[in-house]
């Protein structure tokens, strides 16, 4: 059975920093795709950053790109969203999700974690 | 980047009612379109991809249609348990952009 399991989250001032985690089990994680997606309170879901299974290749939305950092470690199943200069536009629920298929033929997003709540705020 | 708009963003449908979403692209996407059905307080999951292509264990009363940049979800006999928001997303070209949801309630 797949899971995937984040944790991290909490409370932090603007300006400061988090590192999300998302554990994954029951499929070959190195094998896939994983992303980030967000949902700020009572609004729709934004897509926040994804990285191809060897680690090799990632994107940005361009609302984070140079304050997160997607990672992964393929030899503990974990995927990572280093967080900086956080904003309170960033207060969301995030979640990793995971891709189905392999490669040119992956599709966005067959599984999902429960999802950490980042509130942002002084 | 590739926006993407659904409408309407909100209805109101009985049960038994025929439901279609629409979903445009500001550019050709491709088949690379899915769909997702969240519920309150719930993880978003996924119903649709590539289009057509129906989620294992999925119900077969959801369909999607669509190429370039329409894009039909359709709900044939709305249910109970169908009332909840629903988004597609695009995944053509980087960045992923979902669309603003259309949310379905109960008339």
């Known amino acids: 059975e797949v899971q995937l399991v984040e944790s991290g989250g909490g409370l932090v001032q603007p300006g400061g920093s988090l590192r999300l985690s998302c554990s994954a089990s029951?499929?070959?994680?190195?094998?896939?795709?994983m992303d980030w997606v967000r949902q700020a309170p009572g609004k729709g879901l934004e897509w926040v950053s994804s990285?191809?299974?060897?680690?090799?290749?990632?994107f940005y939305a361009d609302s984070v790109k140079g304050r997160f950092t997607i990672s992964r470690d393929n030899s503990r199943n974990t995927l990572f969203l280093e967080m900086n200069s956080l904003r309170a536009e960033d207060t969301a629920v995030y979640y990793c999700a995971k891709y189905s298929g392999y490669g040119s033929r992956s599709y966005p997003f067959d599984y999902w974690g429960q999802g950490t709540l980042v509130t942002v705020s002084s | 980047d590739i926006q993407m708009t659904q409408s309407p963003s909100a209805m109101s449908a009985s049960v038994g009612d025929r439901v279609t979403i629409t979903c445009r692209a500001s550019q050709g996407i491709s088949n690379y379109l899915a769909w997702f059905q969240q519920k309150p307080g719930k993880v978003p999951k996924r119903l649709i991809s590539a289009t057509s292509s129906l989620q294992s264990g999925v119900p077969s009363r959801f369909s999607g249609s669509g190429s370039g940049t329409e894009f039909t979800l359709t709900i044939s006999g709305l249910q109970p348990e169908d009332f909840a928001t629903y988004y597609c997303l695009q995944h053509n070209s980087y960045p992923v952009t979902f669309g603003p949801g259309t949310k379905v309630d109960l008339k």
């Open positions: 029951g499929f070959t994680f190195r094998d896939h795709y």
């Open positions: 990285m191809t299974g060897s680690g090799e290749v990632t």
